[in-house]
């Protein structure tokens, strides 16, 4: 509710990575399982309610709570939702944390006061404006910047149930409306416990500078832990600056996963003219296909936009894609060596191609999880698509084809292999 004159703007209107921050905290708490939002306001509340509106047609249910008492303190906002819930979770619009670090939070908190506490303060931004907490076993026995002693910072999510209320009441007979006096009243009764983060980012941004540090942590927290070494070494590195400059517009993941698969088949079809003009320039066309089909994941994470949906859509798209390319490969290949065995091993290759990706996801259904060993990198589609461009240069798209199918078929033996065993 407060005015956030270090932004230079309306806080919960700034936009970060395509949302507001306002977007961004809801959805990111809505995707943690949190279902339920009231939006305390207060400076130019009229702006913020108008954008509420627009958040509650995504499907949210979401309402606001005027606060006119904002400026004595951000104690305030949480004295406004009295009267609505008897416990309920509280953060700020410019504290981000990622996904598995809410999700663990709201796993944990049980029924007391509590709040999530960073025990790592040497990697914390900013430390001398951070709020500290002293802890004793898990118990908060004290709370505030100015502590010469502590154990952890305060990262600004809390769980509440009414007493908060009563303590917030005490601070503010003295003088101090603030939420981290009313934690201090509770912590001085031995009433809130901490959380200890474990793992995954957050920030507090108060400032331009700490909003641009928050979007390399989000951005570096996007890329998928199945990543393939190509994707993770050279495509992902391409294709966020890519979703970060697409984020700001009004577009889908599914129609990137359209044009991805549009792209691909434009390179594909060079392949037919046989020229190493046409041959090289269908390989770079390709691997570019290949780096934006990372970006409708991307945007889809950046944005909340994900989907099974759109997921089925890319690994269908994906299938055709890569049949066609080894159709028109094969072709190229025909066209070198003109012989009937460059067919039989395009349809080797073709098959190799399927049944990588097929393999895979047997397995996961068959035995509820992914295949994560090393050598399963060398059976993704990202480094078949790199092979293909490499060999393109060289005017070898066939042979490198050829090559790293084989390479696939020996990847999916080992694994059966493995699996028996």
């Not at 003295?174 to 009313?182: I, P, R, T, Y």
């Not at 461009?389 to 990847?411: D, P, Q, T």
Request: glycine content about 6%; proline content about 1%; hydrophobic content about 45%.
């Amino acid at each position: 509710a407060g005015e956030g004159r270090r932004m230079g703007e309306v806080k919960p209107l700034v936009k970060l990575l395509g949302l507001t921050l306002l977007e961004r905290t809801i959805l990111s708490f809505n995707e943690a399982g949190i279902r339920k939002f009231y939006v305390v306001v207060g400076y130019r509340k009229e702006e913020v309610k108008k954008h509420v509106e627009e958040i509650r047609k995504r499907g949210i249910d979401v309402e606001t709570i005027d606060n006119d008492n904002w400026k004595k303190g951000n104690g305030t906002s949480v004295l406004a939702v009295r009267g609505r819930e008897k416990k309920f979770f509280v953060t700020m619009v410019d504290h981000f944390f990622e996904k598995d670090v809410i999700k663990d939070f709201i796993e944990n908190v049980g029924r007391r006061n509590t709040l999530l506490v960073d025990k790592e303060v040497n990697r914390v931004f900013n430390i001398h404006e951070a709020t500290k907490v002293k802890l004793k076993g898990s118990k908060i026995i004290d709370i505030g910047k100015e502590l010469k002693e502590y154990d952890a910072v305060d990262t600004g999510l809390f769980f509440f149930n009414e007493e908060i209320f009563e303590a917030i009441e005490e601070a503010m007979e003295e003088g101090n409306a603030s939420l981290a006096a009313g934690v201090k009243k509770l912590a001085e009764k031995g009433k809130i416990y901490g959380h200890e983060k474990k793992r995954g980012y957050w920030i507090d941004a108060d400032t331009k500078e700490e909003l641009r540090i928050a979007e390399k942590l989000i951005l570096k927290s996007i890329p998928k832990k199945e990543d393939g070494i190509i994707s993770f070494n050279l495509n992902r590195k391409v294709s966020l600056k890519i979703s970060k400059w697409l984020c700001n517009f009004n577009i889908s993941p599914n129609l990137i996963t359209i044009l991805s698969f549009l792209t691909a088949i434009a390179g594909s079809i060079l392949f037919y003219f046989g020229k190493y003009v046409y041959t090289a320039l269908a390989g770079i066309i390709i691997q570019f296909a290949s780096i934006i089909d990372g970006c409708d994941g991307e945007i889809a994470r950046l944005k909340f936009l994900s989907s099974s949906y759109g997921a089925w859509l890319d690994t269908i798209l994906d299938r055709y894609a890569d049949a066609i390319m080894a159709v028109f490969v094969t072709y190229n290949g025909w066209l070198i060596y003109r012989s009937i065995i460059i067919w039989f091993l395009g349809f080797f290759s073709l098959l190799a191609f399927i049944m990588a990706s097929y393999s895979r996801k047997e397995y996961e259904l068959r035995y509820n999880k992914k295949l994560e060993s090393k050598i399963d990198n060398l059976s993704k589609r990202d480094i078949r698509i790199f092979s293909i461009f490499i060999g393109s240069l060289f005017n070898k798209a066939f042979e490198f084809m050829v090559a790293i199918a084989m390479l696939h078929h020996i990847v999916i033996a080992i694994d059966l292999a493995r699996r028996r065993k």
